[in-house]
């Protein structure tokens, strides 16, 4: 069997012009996760990551911090889904559906509850496919793209192979439901529990992707600090 671990990224930069970035907290938990790794004398056969900034600053923090880090290859597969222009094309439906959302758009990035409340209305309507998407990635294809990515690093790394990706909670959540045969919401409910810095790890072989580890910060709960734990 081999091991594929997938990390999500660093806390990443909610509220600011560019999301798209780590904070200062997502690179220490970054490097911290690294050091952990490290720690446990895992030894990797190969890494990759998606293409967008908070996974690949990621990836090279944590990867800084291993004695004999392999090379990084870049998996487009391995990105989340953009939230806002699904947000975008179905704010409509939404208003309609749920006076809430109404209440709650002006203040959708800058107050956390916020937009909690439309993120997750918006996101329960995109798995429905109840509405045609006019921008934006449609919820099986997401699902597709992520498991194709899953099966390139299957592909390229057989037979005791151990692997590390980073990635984000969307396609860690699609992964679980692959290996658990989950349904659409209960995958998606996990991308909202997923933590900032977290590993999952499946193991695999030519026929078997099974889950092993899911969402731990151990590493990160050890230190006691305040708000080291993060999930946006």
Known sequence: MSVLYLMRHGQASFGQDNYDRLSELGRRQASLTGEHLAALGLSFDAAYCGTMSRQQDTAQAALAALPDPPPLTELPGLNEYQSEP???????????????????????????????????????????????LDQGEPWPEFLARSRAALERVRADNGRGKTVLAFTSGGPISAAVRLALGLGDESALRLTWVIKNASLSSFFYNDRDFSLSLFNSTAHLELRREPGLITYR
Do not use: C, N, T
């Open 86 to 132: 699904i947000i975008q094309a179905l704010l409509p439906a939404m208003r309609a559906e749920d006076p809430a959302v109404a209440q709650a758009l002006p203040r959708m990035y800058e107050d956390r509850k916020a937009f909690q409340v439309v993120y997750e209305r918006a996101m329960r309507l995109w798995i429905s496919g109840r509405y045609q």
